[in-house]
């Protein structure tokens, strides 16, 4: 078999913090893989070669083998089954339901509304002054939602001393919250402090949107 030719493959977008997350986790196992970059802002999410990956136009989509799986979600359950390598799932039933909780809430309460789509219809629709109070308000609601729920679970990381799964779901989140919409984080303290414990793991640093091969130069 040709080098490369069994390769992982990631469609991602820089900026897109589901793909940050399954960037988190080949990092995090060890995983080589081919980035192929998807420019959302062209919409080559919409191309015909795209839709046959993934219907819905979203990134990210991941190619193993005659395999392809979209939806960052599905995405981590599967990574975590085939490779098994540095487990991201604690084995303890209790542990593992507040993961899924934690990593729900990112995905399903906070990051699908300020996804570009939504944030685009709100400019269009309403008015592109909206956009940014709009996000605020969900990715606070969201955070407030998470302060409660980690607080008696955290050690030096969101559901104890291990790496796992919420971290792979907050971290991106966070970083969106500071460096794209400026929510005030002194209201938030538990998640500073695990967003300054991601800072130290070089799994994600690498992962970050501007370490990637089609992040803009500055």
């Known amino acids: ?19 940050f997350r399954i960037r988190i986790a080949l990092n995090l196992k060890g995983l080589e893989y081919q980035y192929i970059p998807v420019n959302l802002l062209k919409g080559e999410q919409f191309s015909p070669e795209f ?15 005659d395999m392809i799986i979209s939806d960052s979600f599905a995405i981590f359950m599967y990574l975590e089954e085939k490779y098994p390598q540095h487990p991201l799932l604690p084995s303890d039933l209790a542990k593992k339901a507040l993961n899924f909780l934690a990593a729900n809430i990112v995905s399903s309460s906070i990051q699908p509304l300020q996804n570009l789509a ?23 609601k ?4 998470l302060e409660k729920l980690l607080k008696d679970h955290a050690g030096k990381y969101a ?8 971290d ?21 303290p538990l998640l500073s402090r695990l967003n300054e414990a991601y800072s130290e793991l070089p799994e994600f640093q690498n992962a970050k949107p501007e370490n ?3 992040a803009p130069s500055a």
């Open 212 to 214: 990637q091969p089609d």
């Open 51 to 65: 839709q046959k990956l993934n219907p819905i136009g979203y990134v990210p989509v991941l190619v193993d083998g």
């Open 142 to 145: 969201g955070f407030e939602a």
């Open 159 to 166: 559901t104890g001393d291990e790496v796992s799964m919420a």
């Open 118 to 140: 939504v944030l685009k219809y709100i400019e269009e629709k309403v008015s592109p002054d909206e956009k940014i109070p709009w996000t605020k308000f969900h990715i606070e």
């Open 1 to 19: 078999m040709a080098e490369g030719e069994n390769k992982l493959k990631l469609y991602s977008y820089w900026r897109s913090s589901c793909s």
């Open 168 to 188: 792979l779901f907050l971290a991106p989140q966070i970083l969106a919250g500071i460096e794209r919409f400026n929510v005030d984080m002194a209201k938030f």
